[in-house]
């Protein structure tokens, strides 16, 4: 059974600094392209970053480019998501996904598998 579990987030002080984690189990995680998403109360489901197999490319979505990067260490079938300069506007639920994919998608539906997601909240 796959398991995508993230950490990391928490309460931030605007222009601070948050890293979430998503650690993978029960999936050959090198096989997957990795996405964060973000979903805001009473908002769609958002794309934040993905990053391809291999670290083979990565993409970011425009509200967050220049202030998050993401990463992936195939070993500790882990991805993460440094986010820099945060926003009360970034203030969200983020959801870590994989899909088993030779391309890297912006899109929720191409996603097979899904974390329970870890709040971030952005005070001003």
């Known amino acids: 059974q796959v398991h995508l579990v993230e950490t990391g987030g928490g309460l931030v002080q605007a222009g601070g600094s948050l890293r979430l984690s998503c650690a993978g189990s029960?999936?050959?995680?090198?096989?997957?392209?990795m996405s964060w998403f973000r979903q805001a109360p009473g908002k769609e489901r958002e794309f934040v970053a993905n990053?391809?197999?291999?670290?083979?490319?990565?993409d970011m979505g425009d509200s967050v480019k220049g202030r998050f990067t993401i990463s992936r260490d195939d070993a500790k079938n882990t991805v993460y998501l440094q986010m820099n300069n945060l926003r009360p506007e970034d203030t969200a639920v983020y959801y870590c996904?994989?899909?088993?994919?030779?391309?890297?998608?912006?899109?929720?539906?191409?996603?097979?598998?899904w974390g329970q997601g870890t709040q971030v909240t952005v005070s001003s």
């Open positions: 029960g999936l050959t995680f090198n096989w997957y392209v």
């Open positions: 990053i391809g197999r291999r670290s083979a490319s990565t």
């Open positions: 996904a994989a899909a088993h994919s030779l391309y890297a998608s912006g899109s929720v539906v191409d996603y097979d598998y």
